[in-house]
């Protein structure tokens, strides 16, 4: 067995929710952020935008590490318009309004550079947000949690109690679809629970 402390993973990321679903299935990672402009590319469309900066930033991490690396992006998409990061307490009042009471998609693209070439995907998930009063929104905001969240909430945080159910994957909400990150990961040789499980 792999020494469970011992990285099988650079992960080209900051965010400590894909670290804790990577540890939380056996994959210890080496974090490697990278610095990409996340700007939307003129008449790109949604999934075409989460997999071209997954794709980039796995590419842009891997220079740095010899060890396979990983890449990811999550958006929220509204009526085709994606919601990114609230830049104030107004426009995460906005963004929660918008999705209250309504679905919307999740989009998360995972891409892997190693031994096997390039490999990504792109998993879309449905949420389905029950009505949200302002004075829940003004709270919710107090609390800090949106500050860095797409569309301005966390579904593995304090929103939680907003999602009335999801039709797709959970783990991709959170930001990384663990089903199919775990299927590019073993066609990329890295072993999973701790190397309990190879390739």
């Known amino acids: 067995m792999t020494d469970p402390s011992s990285p099988v993973l650079c992960l080209a990321s900051a965010s400590p929710r894909r670290r804790e679903l990577l540890a939380s299935i056996g994959v ?17 469309g949604a999934a075409d935008y989460v997999r071209r900066l997954a794709r980039d930033k796995a590419r842009a991490g891997s ?7 990983l890449g990811s992006d999550t958006a929220v998409v509204l009526d085709s ?15 929660l309004g918008a999705l ?4 919307h998609e999740v989009l998360t693209g995972v891409a892997v ?4 070439g390039l490999l990504d995907v792109c998993v879309a998930t449905r949420v389905v947000m029950r009505p949200i009063s ?23 945080g304090l929103a939680a109690v907003f999602v009335e159910r999801i039709e797709g994957s959970h783990s991709a909400v959170v930001g990384l679809p663990l089903f199919e990150t775990a299927a ?3 066609r990329q040789g890295v072993p999973l629970w701790n190397g309990a499980v190879s390739p």
Do not use: C, F, N
Request: glycine share 8%.
């Open 28 to 44: 210890p990672v080496v974090v490697q952020p990278v610095d990409l402009d996340e700007a939307v590319q003129h008449d790109e």
């Open 63 to 69: 220079r740095h590490s010899t060890l396979p690396t």
């Open 81 to 95: 318009e994606i919601l990114g990061k609230p830049r104030d307490r107004e426009q995460a009042a906005a963004m």
């Open 100 to 103: 209250a009471g309504r679905s």
């Open 113 to 116: 550079a190693g031994p096997a």
């Open 134 to 156: 302002a004075y829940e929104i003004a709270a919710y905001w107090a609390t800090g949690e949106p500050v860095d969240k797409a569309g301005g909430y966390a579904i593995q």
């Open 184 to 186: 590019l990961l073993t």
